[in-house]
């Protein structure tokens, strides 16, 4: 049986260690479908399109692998759009795949006809619309390698005919598809960043999603410098809660000691991230920027250094090349102020401090400390993500992700969908509003079809909270009439998805009904 383009963009998918295409099956995508049925690839149904985006993503953003979708012929392709957004605002592979008309059809109005290319130019790095089979491979093999290069999302347009066009010659040099490496910095930028921080008297390491899997040098950095080692919110899983390096993390999902220490030290280091909220940034403080982004470089706050390099390769140089600093009191100042924070905290997380009402601040807790030491998080986005991102005790090997820099509402189930299938063996838990759960509740039914055993605990407060709390920082009333709306029977809702469910209505009931939950 010979080739066609279908099955070599299905070879490729399956040579690079893509193990799932998340998407709806329409007419235009059945030549692609014909192909993956008879490949080791997992073809995962889903309930809307953007599900399938989001799970990509969440694949993506938790491994640094090409996470794969696809949406058929208009509507289909446009459904996807929303949720890879994810991939592009966080910086991970994703390849998206429309299915399009046959191409003796483009330019007559016809039946749910779009421009693709057109329609994801701004959330695609690339994007590409295959009109031959000689034309595939090289289409193929330049929309993997700029999702990986970016990383973010890579676009194909695939009209029917042509996939079920017998494919020329296969798409080549496929060990070349990888993700992208760690990057060396300058020796010259490396040695002023040291001068840099040897001539000041305090020091504050800010540290990033990029830092991510270099805990033992931020220890060791930190104890030699006798520095304070805060976090952005993507970047709270490096290390656990309890180090006590670890101060905690700056801005609304932050602490009020991480602020002060950040605007009082004489050098801000910066390493793998960057930090949007200009206004919790110092703008008198040196700051250095670490990081393998050169664009991000000094674009948040007046920066005196940036140095390009992957965080790793440039936190083990630079501790070679500091100064031991002897004089720990702005360290213990800042530890001291924390550990007050941290029993404030305690203490609105604690379940009793209210007889007949349930606090989130408790509900993300007892979920926190109840939860495997590998446990995955998946925040949604809302005044849930300020509860759950505070009060989360991480453990340092468990992973937190969510719509970080996209900010998403409802988009938590969809990324978990895609992170659980990995490995039904995990425990992923996911955080989020009733708002965000009512978005996209048709993809808690893709979970409970496909056997995906996700946690979904939901703050049930009947508002959007986040948006009235918006609305009064700035000196607003709420337009609660648009904002607060009548929630359905959730727990009913879960039952008659097939799914198991556990309630708390007072506090009492919190703990048990979390960890039997969790248990199951």
């Known amino acids: 049986m010979s080739k066609t383009v279908a099955d070599d963009l299905v070879h490729v998918l399956e040579t690079i260690g893509v193990k799932h295409i998340f998407g709806l099956i329409a007419d235009s995508l059945n030549p692609l479908a014909d192909s993956v049925r008879r490949s080791s690839i ?110 973010g999302v890579a676009h194909l347009t695939l009209p029917m005919d042509v996939l079920s066009l017998k494919a020329d010659v296969p798409t080549s040099s496929l060990a070349t598809l990888i993700p992208r490496g760690e990057i060396l910095p300058s020796e010259a930028a490396i040695d002023e960043a040291a001068r840099r921080i040897d001539e000041a008297s305090s020091v504050v390491i800010m540290c990033g999603h990029g830092a991510l899997g270099t805990a033992d040098l931020l220890r060791a950095l930190s104890d ?41 030290c004489d050098l801000l280091v910066m390493v793998g991230t960057d930090y949007p909220y200009s206004n919790f940034l110092p703008s008198k403080s040196q700051v250095i920027q670490i990081d393998e982004r050169a664009q991000v470089l000094g674009r948040r706050t007046p920066t005196a250094l940036g140095v390009i390099g992957s965080a790793r390769p440039a936190l083990a140089i630079l501790l070679g090349r500091v100064q031991a600093k002897q004089d720990g009191t702005f360290f213990d100042k800042t530890a001291h102020a924390r550990k007050k924070w941290d029993d404030m905290l305690d203490k609105q997380a604690d379940p009793a401090r209210s007889k007949r009402k349930t606090h989130p601040q408790a509900v993300a807790r007892i979920t926190s400390d109840l939860a495997r030491s590998d446990a995955i ?9 300020l509860w759950s991102a505070n009060w989360i005790r991480q453990t340092g090997t468990q992973r937190i992700t969510g719509s970080f820099n996209n900010a998403a509402v409802g988009t938590a189930v969809g990324q978990a969908n895609g ?96 960890a039997d939950a969790l248990a199951c």
């Open 42 to 151: 997992e073809w995962v149904g889903v309930r809307h399109e953007e599900g399938a985006a989001l799970a990509a993503a969440g694949q993506a953003k938790l491994t640094g692998k090409l996470g794969v979708c696809a949406g058929s012929t208009g509507p289909g392709s446009t459904h996807l759009v929303a949720g890879l957004y994810e991939a592009a605002r966080d910086h991970a592979p994703v390849l998206a795949l429309s299915g399009d008309m046959a191409r003796a059809m483009k330019g007559s109005d016809f039946f749910q006809a779009t421009e693709p290319d057109l329609l994801f130019r701004d959330v695609s790095l690339y994007t590409q619309t295959v009109t031959a089979a000689a034309q595939a491979p090289r289409v193929f093999h330049e929309a993997i390698a700029a999702a990986y290069a970016g990383p």
């Open 224 to 264: 030699k410098l006798k520095a304070p080692l805060v976090h952005s919110v993507r970047g709270k899983e490096i290390m656990p809660f309890d180090d006590p390096r670890w101060m905690g993390g700056l801005g609304m999902i932050g602490t009020k000691p991480v602020y002060e220490a950040v605007h009082d």
């Open 377 to 385: 998080f998946v925040l949604d986005t809302g005044l849930n993500t």
């Open 419 to 514: 992170i659980q299938i990995l490995d039904r063996s995990t425990q992923v838990i996911v955080l989020t509003g009733d708002g965000g759960f009512n978005m996209l509740m048709g993809e808690f039914m893709t979970a409970v079809q496909h056997k995906l055993p996700i946690k979904v605990i939901v703050y049930n407060n009947s508002a959007l909270g986040l948006i009235t709390l918006e609305a009064e920082s700035v000196g607003l009333a709420p337009f609660r009439e648009a904002i607060e709306f009548p929630n359905p029977d959730f727990a009913a809702l879960a039952r008659a998805c097939g799914a198991q469910v556990f309630t708390a209505k007072q506090p009492g009931e919190l703990k048990k009904a979390i």
